[in-house]
């Protein structure tokens, strides 16, 4: 039988943690109505988006800000 052995540093790098935990807490804190987007896919990882997907994280892209944003 192999052994199959998982490196120490194994997992998402620094800056995705940050983006998907910066996200989390968005859709934690989200008011009702309010939306909450990222720029294209925050992650290469169908699961996660699938599931930020059912908690009502919405994907966008550039030629979506023009409805979405403020101007200021």
Known sequence: MREITIAENAGFCFGVRRATSLLEEALKE???GR??????NIIHNDEYLADIARRGAE???YGDLDGLCEKI
């Not at 939306?35 to 294209?40: A, K």
Request: charged share 25%; proline share 8%; net charge negative.
């Open 30 to 32: 989200a008011e009702p």
């Open 35 to 40: 939306r909450v987007c990222t720029l294209g």
């Open 59 to 61: 994907t966008v892209d």
